[in-house]
């Protein structure tokens, strides 16, 4: 599968902003989809991730009850809302896939997106 990242931009603190992840392919049902993220000096961390059917999903602390990971099977696309952002927000945001559970384990995804910046200013 193929993943294409889109939707990010510059916000200011508090905003809001929707990443789009576009995947190619006929098996993405087949997929559980993460967002990570990666700040400049930083390692790539986990930030959501949801399940085959979208039944089940799972949140990094630092994102609970801001960001919200959604997906439509039918479009081949899953998402991130992510509201009330920080500037500890700002990152490349990468979508990922894999084949097995919802982990915050990078080893675990064989397909990733490109990446999209996301920069919050204060």
């Known amino acids: 599968v193929q993943l294409q990242a889109s939707g990010g931009g510059l916000v200011q603190a508090g905003g809001s902003l929707r990443l789009v992840c576009a995947a190619s392919?006929?098996?993405?049902?087949?997929?559980?989809m993460g967002w990570f993220r990666q700040a400049p000096g930083k390692e790539r961390e986990f930030v959501a991730g949801?399940?085959?059917?979208?039944?089940?999903?799972s949140y990094a602390d630092s994102v609970k009850g801001r960001f919200t990971i959604s997906r439509d099977n039918a479009k081949n696309t899953v998402y991130l809302q992510m509201n009330s952002l920080k500037p500890e927000d700002t990152a490349v945001y990468y979508c990922?896939?894999?084949?097995?559970?919802?982990?915050?384990?990078?080893?675990?995804?064989?397909?990733w997106g490109q990446g999209t910046l996301v920069t919050v200013s204060s």
């Open positions: 949801i399940s085959r059917n979208g039944g089940g999903t």
């Open positions: 392919g006929r098996t993405f049902s087949s997929y559980v």
């Open positions: 990922a896939a894999n084949m097995y559970i919802i982990t915050g384990e990078v080893g675990s995804y064989d397909y």
